[in-house]
């Protein structure tokens, strides 16, 4: 059987665009990888250690997410570090967890900004890329 020049283009056509499709995908998924977002209470570090009832005790001045390897991500919220998944669809972030007090439905959603910000939707909270060892830079 003998395909016709028009079939054998088309097929091409739709194999090249299949491929390019899925490393598009997996290439946006990997530009979170290995990367960590928080969210500040505080402005600087100064403030933060202003704002602590007492020397023994300590309040966490911030929240923060880290995207880790294989689509997995960790979250704390208050002090305790939430290990789930995430995967993107369109320009959304969608967070996976075991139902627990602080994520009852299991689910938390953020809107991508552009690559060093993200918008949680739930509370309209802003999470910046970290950069460096500190949450402050």
Wanted: hydrophobic share 40%; charged share 25%; aromatic share 10%.
């Amino acid at each position: 059987m003998k395909m016709k020049p028009k079939s054998v283009i088309f097929l091409l056509i739709i194999i090249v665009i299949s491929a390019c499709s899925q490393v598009a995908i997996r290439g946006r998924e990997n530009i979170f990888k290995n990367k960590t977002f928080v969210h500040l209470y505080f402005e600087t570090e100064e403030e933060c250690i202003a704002s602590q009832p007492e020397p023994d005790f300590f309040y966490n001045c911030h929240q923060q997410l880290d995207f880790l390897k294989d689509k997995k991500v960790q979250i704390m919220l208050t002090d305790i570090l939430w290990i789930g998944e995430y995967k993107l669809e369109g320009g959304t972030i969608i967070l996976t967890f075991e139902p627990n007090n602080e994520i009852p439905n299991g689910e938390i959603i953020f809107e991508i900004l552009n690559p060093t910000k993200l918008l949680k939707t739930d509370n309209r909270t802003i999470w910046k890329k970290m950069n460096g060892n500190s949450i402050y830079n």
